[in-house]
């Protein structure tokens, strides 16, 4: 055979990682089997009654009473992607924060949307001060939305988000926050702090397998949504045919997998028995642990320390260290993945995520137990 022909694997035989990297993070054998819950058809009444509970158990991790709230067929982009497509319209105005590798995305989409973005721009690695964002608002008031990442994966920083949230529930921009690595790992309160749009993803601190993204509209962002003079220019994510689908009507709109929905639904109530407020405590105790853990190492943080996510962690490695040699060889000999860096980030960090499951000592325990089987940081 040609030497450039794929080889031929078998999915029995591949190795199990530990995931430790900025997404997927692990997933539990009780979503794994939920997930293989024999397939049910999208309209069937069973299906439908688990959409409204899914529905009800995002609305208490979000922190709100929005009926609006659901899960899209998708990844965390897809989030994204219907969050901007049914707000902005051609020619609308979008104040993007950018601070990192998603804000950027956000900008390129809103722009592809045919709106005049207004980039507020911060260094890697730093936050967004809010009154800059305010700033931007009073210069431009008349904005659709103004939209901040909260948990920046690409750098590993918190962005403060109640100063900002409790400005523009005061004018007619609506407020939307990318909260994909925040959700299930940090606190969000979507309607105490004001939150007009948001969107996550399953695969990061919720603990489910990659595919669907919850989402959760404020009435007044609903409001604009139906005011729209253009329909929204994906048909796939908008919100007012998927709410007709999984709404009272339940109109056939496209076939949403019922599996990755068992499979949301399991981890959602696993959220639910450890209680919210405890999962955040144990992302907040293992972050913590693993910063201490490196940085007896020589390790340092690429971030604001002010401003450090629990979940994810991005370092440069001691001096001399090689990120990208020995990030392969904690995937080749270890089994353990974590993430190269992103933009300005380039080649000399890695991004560790302890999100959801992966958020334990015992991950804490082998990562480093690698590190120093590889002499990182030894003199
Ligand atoms: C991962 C991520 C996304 C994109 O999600 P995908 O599931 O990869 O599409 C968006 N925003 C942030 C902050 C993320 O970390």
Not at 245 to 270: D, I, K, M
């Amino acid at each position: 055979m040609p030497s450039s022909s794929p080889s031929r694997v078998s999915v029995s035989q591949l190795k199990p990682r530990l995931l430790l990297g900025p997404g997927p993070s692990p997933v539990s054998g009780r979503v794994l089997r939920a997930l293989a819950h024999p397939t049910l058809g999208h309209l069937d009444p069973q299906f439908l009654t688990l959409l409204d509970d899914v529905s009800l158990r995002l609305r208490g991790i979000f922190g709100t009473g929005n009926e609006a709230t659901l899960a899209v067929s998708g990844t965390g982009s897809a989030g994204m992607q219907a969050a901007l497509a049914n707000l902005l319209q051609p020619g609308d105005t979008a104040i993007v924060g950018i601070h990192g590798y998603f804000g950027g995305r956000m900008a390129e989409m809103a722009r592809r949307l045919g709106a005049g973005v207004v980039a507020v721009e911060a260094e890697w690695g730093r936050v967004l001060e809010p009154e800059r964002l305010i700033d931007a608002h009073r210069a431009h008031p008349r904005a659709r939305l103004l939209s901040v990442v909260h948990a920046e994966t690409s750098t590993g920083v918190r962005q403060p988000i109640r100063e900002v949230g409790a400005y523009l529930s005061g004018t007619e921009t609506l407020f939307v926050v990318d909260a994909v690595t925040s959700l299930g790992g940090i606190p969000v309160g979507v309607d105490a702090v004001g939150i007009d749009v948001c969107y996550s993803a399953t695969q990061k601190c919720l603990g489910a397998p990659p595919g669907l993204a919850p989402i959760s509209l404020s009435s007044r962002a609903v409001d604009v949504v139906r005011r729209r003079k253009v329909p929204v220019s994906s048909w796939y994510l908008d919100v007012g045919l998927l709410m007709d689908y999984l709404g009272a009507g339940h109109v056939y709109h496209h076939t949403a997998s019922s599996n990755l929905f068992f499979a949301l639904h399991e981890a959602l109530q696993e959220i639910e028995e450890e209680g919210l407020e405890a999962r955040h405590d144990r992302h907040r105790r293992v972050g913590a642990r693993l910063r201490l853990e490196l940085g007896a190492r020589g390790f340092t943080l690429f971030g604001d320390p002010g401003h450090q996510l629990p979940e994810l962690t991005s370092v440069r490695l001691p001096d001399g260290a090689d990120a990208v040699r020995l990030r392969h060889a904690l995937l080749e000999r270890y089994g353990i993945e974590v993430g190269g860096g992103l933009g300005p980030t380039g080649a000399s960090v890695w991004r560790i995520g302890l999100m959801g499951n992966g958020a334990s000592e015992a991950s804490v325990e082998r990562l480093v137990g690698a590190v120093d089987e590889l002499g990182i940081g030894s003199v």
